[in-house]
Each structure stands twice: as structure tokens, then as C-alpha cells.
């Protein structure tokens, strides 16, 4: 099983990232897809989730209307485009799959939101 991300960067405030996660060596399109970030000293926070045929999604209240969560199941691919980027959106950005046990995750893409 590996997720792996990418699409991370650094950005000035206001500016906008897509930030991309490859899955493989698991049915994708089985499994509910979610984005989480951690910022320095701080818990990891769920960001977006989306259901298995991407017809829900839903956001956490610091990023709902600014963040938009995708997935392409042949492309076994789950996207976060995140626009009006903040200095508070600083993280390392993490794609997760729920699943037995602790579920899978990806490595990470570090987001830096500064002018």
C-alpha cells in the first residue's frame, strides 16, 4: 500500500496550490479519501473528506470555501486544490484512506503560505 503525495510548496498569501495524492496497492475507489495537515506544534486536524464516489465532501470550518477536495477513482487520485491560501494554512499535508486498523497514510507535502 502507498500514498504519496505531492503538489507542495511554498506560496504568498492569497495564492493558491493543488496538491495531488497517488494511491496504489489497494481498491481506491473502496475507500472513503481525507486530508489532514499538521502545523508546528500543533495536532494533526482533518481538512476534507470525500465519500467513495466523490459525491459528498465536506471541509473543516478554517477552510470551507477556500479548499476544494476531488478524486479521479481511475486515476486512483484524490486532489486538494486550495486557493486564498493564509500564512495559518502552513503545514505538512497529509492524504488518508480509513481502513483496517490505523488506516493508510502518505508520507506528506509541507505547504508554506509567507510573502
Known amino acids: 500500500v502507498q500514498l504519496v503525495e505531492s503538489g507542495g510548496g511554498l506560496v504568498q498569501p492569497g495564492g493558491s496550490l493543488r496538491l495531488s495524492c497517488a494511491a496504489s496497492?489497494?481498491?481506491?475507489?473502496?475507500?472513503?479519501m481525507q486530508w489532514y495537515r499538521q502545523a508546528p506544534g500543533k495536532e494533526r486536524e482533518l481538512v476534507a473528506t470525500?465519500?467513495?464516489?466523490?459525491?459528498?465532501?465536506s471541509y473543516a470550518d478554517s477552510v470551507k470555501g477556500r479548499f476544494t477536495i476531488a478524486r479521479d477513482n481511475d486515476k486512483n487520485t484524490v486532489y486538494l486544490q486550495m486557493n486564498s491560501l493564509k500564512a495559518e494554512d502552513t503545514a505538512v499535508y497529509y492524504c488518508?484512506?480509513?481502513?483496517?486498523?490505523?488506516?493508510?497514510w502518505g508520507q506528506g507535502t509541507q505547504v508554506t503560505v509567507s510573502s
Open positions: 488518508y484512506a480509513p481502513g483496517p486498523a490505523s488506516g493508510y
Open positions: 496497492g489497494f481498491t481506491f475507489r473502496n475507500y472513503v
Open positions: 470525500i465519500t467513495r464516489g466523490g459525491g459528498i465532501t
